[in-house]
């Protein structure tokens, strides 16, 4: 079984950044895939970047590449979600997820975090 609870949240004007942090409690953190997803009012949950276990390999999604990066240390059992550049579009519920495999498939996450919310002004 695998706790994830994000936090870094906020509300930022457009242009700024912000990082948001998933932690994670139970065994065998480094064992486990990490992405990002977020959520906007009425649209569907949307796959932002996945992490290997190991943290070598990494996959963005085509609206964040370049402005979003996604990191993890496995010593604090921690996942990272760097934001740059933000726009009023990326406003939305950001979720955290763990499985067994890196995927941009949300379907194969077993694991889920309760949310954070990110708000950008413009």
């Known amino acids: 079984q695998v706790q994830l609870v994000e936090s870094g949240g906020g509300l930022v004007q457009a242009g700024g950044s912000l990082r948001l942090s998933c932690a994670a409690s139970g065994r065998s953190f480094s064992s486990y895939a990490m992405g990002w997803f977020r959520q906007a009012p009425e649209k569907e949950r949307e796959f932002l970047a996945a992490i290997s276990g190991s943290g070598y390999r990494t996959y963005y999604a085509d609206s964040v590449k370049g402005r979003f990066t996604i990191s993890r240390d496995n010593t604090k059992n921690t996942v990272y979600l760097q934001m740059n550049s933000l726009k009023p579009e990326d406003t939305a519920v950001y979720y955290c997820?763990?499985?067994?495999?890196?995927?941009?498939?949300?379907?194969?996450?077993?694991?889920w975090g309760q949310g954070t919310q990110v708000t950008v002004s413009s």
């Open positions: 997820a763990a499985g067994l495999r890196i995927t941009l498939d949300d379907e194969s996450y077993d694991y």
